[in-house]
């Protein structure tokens, strides 16, 4: 008998999937049981809480009408055939609303009576009602919990004409809209801008100002010159951005309270390398250098011995000349020699023993021509990287919502990145600030930009002087 040339491998049995024909095959979740992912040949139809009855009926209905065996449905499911059949005939004789709310095919096919009978069962009164008084029942909790959040907030305050989105006004287009859902997400996680405002005063400021530098990959205050001041003030609640000098001006107001250390001890996670905003120098108290003259003396010592090496080989080279008396002559090239290293030696001498005299180290402040020491002061970059840190983790949130309504891992965070850049119109009310972002072109990124908004409206941000930051995806307004 001939072996086949590659033999059949049994496969795996997996005992958290069940085949229910048609090529169909119902994966329960191992974590939780009452999770189900219907698939059609490895791809992911539908997934469903079969705990939750209503949404199992439709899931039963929907999978026999893609041709699911009843009998294989009800043994996954661990239900009757009978109960698979009376979900399709209720859908066929009620429709939806039959199928969830139970109607009795005996009551006949009139669904007023049915209405009647079962209305007992249903919700009263206004569900809009009902659902607004629950989204601010929410809402309360969500503030409830921010005012227990573990931080030690400052005691500065901020007069209200230096409050930011103090100013109304109607709706004004800005480039740098898409940097809003940042500071939505800041505000209503964590309190940001109490926070800040309460340590460092109307220097708080400089701190919108690294917002906006670090959404939009700007690298140092100094390229703030090529930005649209007016429409990045707007989006900021600033009004204007002012000129580099005033932005200065709030940066060392900020660093001279030294409240770094403990915000970063608080926030610091992540920075953004390669980046130095600025660093502010100080005297050092090391003051000490070597001393400069030891070097120039050094210098000169080096070149008579060098004259004196080339004297003393010349010399050794020159033969002696006599007079016709046998006397030394004393103008011969030798005596001259000779005579030149004598003065190199004394000088030589001398310069060594200046050298012996001169201390080692001097203080550099009483030198002429020489500025003191500095010590960098690190305090300008952890408020930098304070910003930073805290911009990366509300990205990563809202990278996490966004992936819920648009699960494609390969282009959720381009998504995310194309709305933060979107750009929009704002408008100042009396109490709400809203933003108006562009809508995205392709209908699935659109809607799921759409949803993300709604997601950031949820988390009821306010400002100190009671606004609600809103954001929305619409049309221009002007």
Known sequence: MQKQLFPDIPKKKNDNTKMIGANLSLVFNRRNKHMITLKNRDIIVKKVDISDKPAKKIFVVDAVELGANKSL?????????????????????????????????????NLEQHRKS???????????????????????????KQQELDFEFGEQLVSKDEQPFKSLHDWKFTRFAGIFPYLIVLISTNQW????????????????VFLLMVANNIKS???????????????????KLPPKRDVWQWFYAAC????????????????LFHYHPDFKTLDSDKQLIANPAIKSIEKEIKTVRKKLDKKHKKNSRTKEVLNKDGSRRENSLKACLESGISQLEAELT??????????????????EDYNSFKKIDNEGKNLFDFVTASLWNARKDMTDWLLCHYPNENEYVDL?????????????EADRVVVRLEPLQQPSRRKAQEQFCKRLNALSAYIPIGKILQIEVGSSPI
């Not at 609303?97 to 095919?105: A, D």
């Not at 001279?256 to 920075?271: A, D, E, M, P, V």
């Open 350 to 367: 001398k310069l060594l023993n200046e050298k012996k005299q001169l201390p080692e180290k001097v203080d550099v402040s009483t030198l």
């Open 118 to 144: 079962t209305q007992h069962k249903r919700i009263q009164g206004t569900k809009a009602v009902i659902l607004a008084k629950e989204r601010k029942a929410k809402r309360l909790e969500n503030q409830k």
């Open 221 to 239: 205050i100094e390229q703030l010159k090529n930005i649209n001041q007016k429409e990045a003030g707007l989006i900021l609640g600033l009004n």
């Open 193 to 208: 801008l109490k926070l800040i405002m309460g340590y460092f005063g109307s220097a708080y400021k400089i701190f919108l």
């Open 416 to 428: 995310f990145y194309a709305i933060t850049q979107s750009h929009g119109w704002i408008k100042s």
């Open 73 to 109: 449905l009800a043994g996954a499911l661990n239900i009757s055939r009978q109960t698979i059949h009376n979900y399709i005939e209720s859908k066929k004789k009620f429709g939806t609303e039959g199928l969830l709310g139970g109607y009795n095919p005996k009551m006949g096919k």
């Open 256 to 271: 001279n309270l030294r409240f770094s250390t403990s915000l970063c001890k608080l926030f610091f996670k992540q920075q």
